[in-house]
């Protein structure tokens, strides 16, 4: 008669499966952490691009002013920042400021606008805009974005000229 050896089963142990849980734990919360990253640096990607957007747009729709209009601290709150800007809608706590400053002049005095919560105030005016030769633009976007909802802010800056750039 011939006894036969009992093999032992192989098997993992309790203590193994436990750690290759908690491995596998610690891969599945770091590559969700990795996602939520990568989401939150393409949503203030889309942010920038939106508010570059609407820079270029402002900024288009006053090259295409006659000088009047440029100069004027009323017809810039009325036909400009009155209207939303297409995709301004995205951006958090959006706040538009404008400042109009003489170019290659010694006169003292700025013309400052803003926008907030949809509507244009005129904070400072120079009124003596009109007789100058060119105006530097600045215009700035200001917004609460990703990641963390941390303020940024956006500027364009042109020099536009009386008469345009042929004269």
């Avoid at 957007?53 to 009325?78: C, F, G, K, P, Y």
């Avoid at 170019?103 to 509507?119: E, F, V």
């Avoid at 609460?144 to 364009?156: D, E, F, K, Y």
């Amino acid at each position: 008669m011939q006894f036969r050896r009992c093999v032992p089963e192989q098997g993992f142990t309790l203590t193994e499966a436990v750690v290759a849980a908690a491995i596998s734990a610690l891969f599945l919360s770091s590559l969700f952490t990795m996602n939520l990253s990568s989401m939150e640096t393409i949503r203030s990607a889309k942010e920038s691009t939106v508010a570059s957007q609407v820079l270029q747009q402002r900024l288009e729709s006053m090259r295409i002013a006659n000088w009047h209009q440029i100069t004027d601290a009323a017809w810039i709150r009325d036909n400009l920042l009155n209207l939303d800007a297409a995709g301004g809608e995205q951006l958090k706590n959006l706040v538009e400021t404008v400042l109009l400053v003489p170019y290659g002049s010694t006169t003292i005095g700025n013309t400052q606008l803003q926008r907030s919560l949809g509507a244009a105030t005129i904070v400072t005016q120079n009124t003596n805009l009109l007789l100058e030769n060119a105006v530097k633009v600045i215009w700035t976007v200001d917004y609460t974005g990703a990641p963390n909802n941390h303020a940024v802010t956006h500027q364009i800056v042109a020099i536009l000229a009386k008469g345009g750039v042929a004269k």
